[in-house]
């Protein structure tokens, strides 16, 4: 993996959720690649590190090798894309009279009049023994136009469908077959196939548990490739080949959509296959005549773009859990790859200086929780980040003017040195206020406070009244701030649905090998529920003391053999659970009881959850 690849995948975590299943890009300019790579699983049940050799349901990307295999055959005379497709297709037959006017052009510029979808075979998990043009010619039978055939363009999967039909029917061979022989083998795009003829060799990533996803709709959704075998095929429309002429591409790249809005500036921009032929960006000077394909599926969204200014092709696919906005993510990457290549692509924007990248980039705390300052190209993203592996944007989208950056709603973005420390402050509706402060190594962490580390600890002074026990702080384990030296962490279970913290984690410095304290001192809100744990130990366990409550080792609890209410004392009677709970012993009058499950957060609290769902394993509380 070169460093430019690491850069970018850096880039593309952040944020990213902790129980994401892949995503996958590739960037390629002057027909090499300057990066490429896949992270995460490949799903399903075995979640197999994914590969760039894995394959991602480009969906409506296949709109273009759809468009590109009908253009080959109009070069050969074989099709017209201005003769009616019933003239191909004479079982063809629909309720309207109109579709004996539906071109091929119609088809591909999505200005057919047809429905949109025929939903019955979109999305399967298996294509072995379907029948889906019967399937099809069924639908339209029972179908109405909703325009006049080239009235007006409106997003459509039906023509690309016909298309689909239609190359079958001229060239007599099955559609997969014939893209594979004259569009994907020709170029060496070897995991570039439709369903019937996926190639075992580049795994198809399911998102999560879920099935592979395969899909009958080929025309106008069936592809699935490697991003790297999705940039080859982007290729084409970069440079002379022996695939698609020059005449056929510029024909695809034409604006070939209709509309009769006068204020409607997308419609007309559909080209044949393209979801724009002339797409421009705000921040970026991407020069003229990119041309952009979008995809989404059940389980996948795909970016597909080609950029003729800098000879480049950029792809992204992503699972749903990614949740990622590819268009966004992808070209925020090629700027950076464009920086690295000495352009500057942004248009009102400045790189962010190393210098500053420097000084101020890194790890901030808030008394709930860990930051970190991402800071690429002339862009700034804030992530809140957990010892436990979570990850989430925090505040995203701001651009870097020279000075300072600016987010698009309004916010801005500063920061602000006093004696050792940084501070990070956001300007909002015209009020700057601090908002973090910058994490510092302190001296190397005594054996003590290393013994502690991945230790938990269960509350142990609960009363029957306080509603807050259940929400944060029943429990609590120690852990390391990442990259940062001599900073532990107090991470307490919270239930994510709290309505406050759900997990928070409080970062302090040792004073000495039992105590600790908070030392952030960030004016106003941030700074404020400082810990300050103290740990000592008696009758052969470690306790700590911190937020006026007292928490036990959790390893040193007795297991639980079935031990019911006792007369009530000062230390709760805690248990370890090993093994599943499918009953709750009986609650006296007055009395409360807590169930904790293995990571600690409560999933049955008498006081406030009175429905009990059988429990593996964690911990009972006895209060």
Known sequence: ???????????????????????????????????????????????????????????????????????????????????????????????????????????????????????????????????????????????????????????????????????????????????????????????????????????????????????????????????????????????????????????????????????????????????????????????????????????????????????????????????????ETILRMFAVAMLRQGVCIYKNYKPVPQEMIDTVGGTYLIPSGILNLHLYGAHATITMDDTRGGSRQWLKNFHFDGQIFHSEDNRTLLFEKNGEDIFALSAYNGITAPMAQKALPGPALSQAWLDRVGKKYILVDANTYDIVLNDVVTSFQVALLPGCEGVVVLSFSGRSDSGVYGLFESAVKPLSDDIATGFLRTPANPSRDLMSPCFERRSGAEYCTVASFTYRDAASLPIYEGQGFQAPEKENRVYRLPYPLAKLPEIPEGRRLMLLDDEMVCVYDSLTQPDFKPLDKGYILFI
């Open 1 to 327: 993996m070169n460093q430019l690849t690491q850069e970018l995948s850096e880039i593309l975590r952040y944020g990213l959720p902790k129980d994401y299943t892949s995503v996958s890009y590739a960037i390629l300019k002057d027909g090499e690649l300057l990066a490429c790579d896949a992270l995460g699983t490949q799903g399903g049940k075995d979640k197999l590190p994914a590969t760039v050799d894995c394959t991602y349901n480009v969906a409506s990307v296949s709109k273009i090798y759809c468009t590109v295999a009908v253009m080959q055959l109009v070069e050969k005379g074989l099709l017209e894309l201005d003769r009616p497709v019933c003239e191909y297709l004479p079982r063809l037959t629909m309720l309207d009279e109109r579709y004996r006017r539906i071109t091929l052009r119609h088809c591909l510029s999505h200005t057919s009049g047809l429905p949109g979808t025929q939903w019955k075979g979109f999305s399967v998990a298996d294509v072995s023994s379907a029948d889906y043009y019967e399937d099809v010619y069924a639908y339209l039978a029972h179908s109405h136009l909703k325009a006049e055939p080239g009235e007006y363009a409106v997003y459509c999967n039906d023509g690309f469908t016909l298309a689909e039909m239609v190359v079958a029917a001229v060239t007599g061979e099955k559609y997969a077959d014939y893209c594979q022989a004259h569009i994907t083998d020709p170029i060496g795009a070897l995991s570039s196939r439709l369903s019937p003829n996926r190639n075992p060799a580049h795994p198809l990533i399911c998102e999560g548990r879920g099935p592979a996803e395969l899909l009958l709709i080929q025309g106008g959704a069936g592809y699935t490739t490697s991003m790297r075998d999705l940039c080859k095929f982007g290729c084409l429309f970069l440079e002379e080949n022996d695939i698609i002429s020059q005449a056929s591409k510029a024909e695809m790249a034409k604006k070939q959509g209709r509309t009769f809005l006068a204020h409607d500036e997308r419609s007309a921009n559909y080209g044949l296959g393209w979801d724009t032929v002339c797409f421009t960006h705000p921040e970026y000077d991407l020069g003229e005549g990119v041309l952009v394909k979008g995809g989404n599926s059940f389980q996948f969204t795909t970016q597909f773009i080609v950029i003729p200014k800098y000879n480049a092709v950029l792809a992204i696919s992503e699972t749903h859990d990614c949740h990622l906005d590819v268009q």
